[in-house]
C-alpha cells in the first residue's frame, strides 16, 4: 500500500508502542513480535487496501489494534475517511488502544464491552482479526453490520472448510482476496449476511 511519510512514521510510532507493550499484556504472541511490521502491520495494510475508501469501520475484538488502530492512522490519508471504533473487552488492552491512538495523534473510539453486548454499530467496514470462525464472525456481522455495508475478515489455510461450515447456519457473499503475505491465507470479503 502506498503512503505518505507522515502515515509510514506514524505506523513506526505505532509498531514501538506494541513492542514496548506487547512483553507486559500480550498483544500479539511471542513468536510474531519480531516480526511485528510484517505479520501485523503489513497484514493489516492489506486488509484497507480493500476497503471502501470511506465509511464508519469498526473492528472487533480489536486486542492489539490490528487492523483497527491501522485503520485508523491511514484514515489521516487525504483520500481516505473513516470513522473508527475499536471493540475490546480486555480493560488492558482498552487502555492500550486509548494510549495508542492519543500518543500517535489519530482518532478513533474505543469501547471496552464484550461484542455481543455492544448496541449494534451500523458499520459500513467491520473487520475482525484472529478472533473466532468464520460461523462466530457472521454472527457478529449481522449484528454490527450496515444492511450494505461489507466485512474483512483474514483468515489462515483452513478458511475453506470455514466458509462450508459456515454455510450450514448462514447465506452470505463471500469473495476471496489471496493474501500478500501468506501463500496460504486469504482475506474473505463477506456481505449480505441473512440467517438460513
Known amino acids: 500500500m502506498n503512503v505518505s511519510r507522515e502515515t509510514l512514521d506514524r505506523l513506526r510510532a505505532y509498531e514501538a508502542l506494541v513492542l514496548k507493550w506487547s512483553p507486559k499484556i ?8 519480531a516480526d511485528t511490521w510484517e505479520r501485523h502491520i503489513v497484514d493489516s ?12 469501520w469498526v473492528d472487533l475484538g480489536s486486542g492489539g489494534g490490528f487492523p483497527g488502530i491501522v485503520a485508523a492512522i491511514c484514515a489521516m ?14 480493560a488492558r488492552k482498552s487502555a492500550f488502544l486509548r494510549t495508542a491512538l492519543r ?4 482518532e478513533g473510539t474505543v469501547i471496552t464491552d ?10 459500513d467496514i467491520l473487520t475482525a482479526r484472529a478472533l473466532t470462525s468464520l460461523d462466530g464472525l457472521l454472527g457478529f456481522a449481522k449484528q454490527h453490520m450496515a444492511e450494505q455495508g461489507i466485512a474483512l475478515f483474514p483468515k489462515g489455510a483452513t478458511w475453506q472448510k470455514e466458509v462450508e461450515a459456515a454455510k450450514e447456519h448462514w447465506d452470505f457473499q463471500a469473495k476471496m482476496h489471496p493474501s500478500t503475505t501468506h501463500p496460504d491465507a486469504v ?3 463477506i456481505s449480505e449476511v441473512k440467517h438460513v
Open 26 to 33: 500480550n498483544l500479539v504472541s511471542k513468536g510474531t513480535l
Open 103 to 106: 500518543e500517535i495523534g489519530v
Open 187 to 189: 482475506v474473505l470479503e
Open 114 to 123: 464484550r461484542i455481543e453486548n455492544v448496541p449494534g454499530q451500523g458499520a
Open 45 to 56: 495494510l492489506q486488509v484497507i487496501e480493500l476497503a471502501p475508501k470511506s465509511g464508519k
Open 77 to 90: 490519508e487525504t483520500d481516505r475517511d473513516h470513522d473508527v471504533t475499536l471493540v475490546e473487552s480486555d
